[in-house]
């Protein structure tokens, strides 16, 4: 079976540093295989978060109640994937203003395990890459990772590729290197993963422990 | 094959909040019918790191500079597991100092990508507990996930659990939950890594793809 | 002089939490004489930065070259205010979208050191709110310090509150107490720092210490 | 009076970068008029924190329970200085082990709100260098800026210095003048702060702003 990843690139750039390690992450994807696609975020319409969970958990389920933008097309590429890469360019020392939109916003699929009993996310598999001219990548990744892994997704060893010096992508061959086999190494895993368990997260785990006195979950 | 899942305990008590989700961990890890051993690194001397390969890259390898110390039996262990869990107290939204003193003497196994063209930890899988009474649980997280995944660990869905407030243990059986999930998560994924690549990072792949340009890594 | 103090709300809820706290914030402000003002950030159409500054650095200069929004408004209070608290809910260990997209605008100030040789938001002080349920505040707030320092502003003794617990706002009275000294302590600093230097940043320090070698910046 | 800027170099090299940029700092501190002195952190015995305060909070404060190791002479510096300026090198997108045990052991420092009513390094000011090859400089300063405005100090603007690249400090002359500027500003801030108020934390604070409700802290 095809693994289909699907890459974000978070930057107003479509051919920067961002653009272009997120090219190499395609191409290292493709080798393996992959059915790739690339968004860009700054070309579609994400509205913020408006955290309608905080008053009813319940409500916070994919499509989302915030209507009027892009977002359901995003989700269901995102449903159809086996991994996607997340490339930001790194605003100060975090993923852009865009990108930042679409992980709130990604929250629906988290929130199904309260709403469904199941994320849609879980077992997926996430890859991240940050460009900036200076500092601040591994702040922006360390976020990404925490995250990401919430929802669900598994990340391969060194899913992670970053630009963080003044010199141009082409002189800096090793962090090219490194985005390729992001590309390379969330594919992999991905077909690893489809003889995964069926869930990732088992609710009834301490039951099945024999741990009776804390089985009941609060 | 019997997966083997090797557990820090990075705290002082070996009772304590970090001690018991730990526990809860391995009953997770064992329920997948992992070995597991717990270290309690309190228990051991480990002396710092002291940044050797600063001055030679090629000095910094398995099984390290430093001399006179307990941390050559904790390497031993390390190169046998097929997964580890790193359970943290949260000292100052961060990790215990045994516990940062662990994670930097393991640079040895990173930087033999330079000194032997393989890193001993690629392909093995990870996760993380942090407890504490109060804030900074994803700070610690989210700076071990980045190390470790850096290091070459994979690192399952959901392979985290933290304790944040100033209930007890006991009265928060999520995050039990959660902890049991983390060894199994990591028992799960160790035995579908063993089907993996032999190796996670191509050093080949820019000439693979073709890519002639960038193909000569600086 | 009076002490101007504005606060963001980067909460899409204007009785939430993040609200609630940020309430306390303008109390301990107004109780030192401060002058104050609230700005609901969800209120306002704030675009994201298009990072202008990667291809001219010239380029990214108050008022931004970003037209057509309302960032012209909040630039202008910036400037005026002594003192900034920013309040936002935790949506993924990270501020809200809106509340990213206020800091990225931000760079024009920053930036001016370059365009202008001085920094608009140099030796103004900023305190920090975060507020959500469980996990993160601290990932938030580390993130906010170093890009509000970065900027110039500084960072007062316990600038920070936050909420981490699913218990009531109201019931967790000592984060009352210091969202309010957040207030206290921003207004109280800006008053000292009224009779600080003219540039907390001496771009001739290297040749004023003696260091002629060093003297000529790349 | 003179201010007192105290200098902790994490690193175990004594003429390596971290080292390097922060005889940078000395010099800015120097410059403007203070004493200095630095403590090598890989010269003294520093033994890990034991967590003792999860057990009894009013064990927790100085000179410390830990006994026979050399950290009670940098306490007493501590107590005496104005100013800090912490030094480490990058391990791990982090401190070093021994600063990290420093980082630790000021906990008594802290706990002293609670022990005595009053923390000794409230209303001090701090500084913070990061230097390494490559990425995590923000990451450390993050980290270490929320810990140490946690522990009472105040944070000058621009009070960051690094090194993030395999170019010489020698070249990076920017990064130099940021070291230099940190010693001025941590110097600066701490002349102001020599007016500031009695205690930048007001217990007693939700009283006075009349809020009777909220007032009785739990």
């Known amino acids: 079976m095809e693994i289909y990843v699907l890459a974000f690139n978070g930057s107003p ?3 920067g540093n961002t653009a ?3 090219d190499y992450a395609i191409k290292g ?3 393996e295989g992959a059915r790739t696609k690339i968004i860009h975020l ?3 319409n994400i509205k913020p978060c408006t955290g309608c969970l905080c008053e009813d958990i319940m409500k916070c389920k994919y499509p989302c109640t915030v209507e009027d933008d ?3 097309q995003i989700y269901d590429e995102i449903i159809k994937a086996h991994a996607i890469i997340i490339a930001t360019p790194i605003y ?3 993923v852009s203003g865009p990108t930042k939109n679409l992980i709130d916003r ?3 699929f988290e929130n199904m395990i309260y709403t469904d009993g199941k994320c849609p996310t879980e077992g997926k598999v996430a890859g991240v890459i940050a460009a900036g001219n200076d500092s601040g990548c591994i702040a922006v990744i360390s976020n990404l990772y925490a995250t990401l892994n919430s929802m669900g997704f598994a990340i391969p060893p060194w899913a992670l590729a970053y630009k963080n010096t003044m ?3 082409e002189e800096e061959k090793n962090r090219i290197l490194d985005a390729a086999n992001v590309g390379r190494a969330v594919t992999t895993m991905a077909k690893l993963l489809k003889n995964g368990p069926d869930y990732w997260f088992d609710s009834k785990l301490i039951t099945k422990i024999g741990d009776k006195e804390n089985a009941k979950i609060s």
């Open 92 to 94: 100060w020392y975090n």
């Open 167 to 169: 010199r141009l992508i």
């Open 29 to 31: 994807a493709k080798y």
């Open 70 to 72: 892009d977002m359901k």
């Open 106 to 108: 990604m929250t629906v």
């Open 42 to 44: 700054y070309d579609y």
């Open 20 to 22: 272009k390690l997120l």
């Open 13 to 15: 750039r479509k051919d």
